[in-house]
């Protein structure tokens, strides 16, 4: 799961790598980036778009609205077994607790 937050994070100038950098996982789920308002159309990262490409790379990817979405959707796709990193630099909304509360 990753939680777009920081400046960089939040730019679409990172679109690619990050896209490049999540297709060595089987998928993802990718949060919404922070404060989306402080960037004009085109400069704010996509998530919707980064979760469609990973997904047409054979790596099934969401783009979801906050932690609860994504702690929802990991109950769905995860299986026993299944390692899952998360990255974030805060507290991401509480999904650490969330996630540990749902196991």
């Known amino acids: 799961a990753v939680d777009p ?7 679409s100038a990172i679109q690619q790598a990050l896209t490049d950098a999540l297709a060595h996982a089987d998928g993802a789920l990718i949060g919404p980036i922070d404060r989306p ?5 085109g400069e704010g990262l996509d998530p919707a778009r980064v979760a469609s490409d990973l997904t047409r790379l054979g ?9 609860d979405a994504i702690v929802a959707r990991l109950r769905t796709v ?3 077994g299944d390692v899952v990193v998360l990255f974030s ?3 991401f909304g509480g999904i650490y607790e969330k996630l540990l509360g749902s196991l």
């Open 5 to 11: 937050k920081s400046s960089t994070m939040c730019r």
């Open 37 to 41: 308002e402080r960037f004009q159309p």
């Open 59 to 67: 790596h099934p990817s969401f783009a979801e609205p906050g932690p």
């Open 78 to 80: 995860a299986r026993p």
């Open 89 to 91: 630099s805060g507290s």
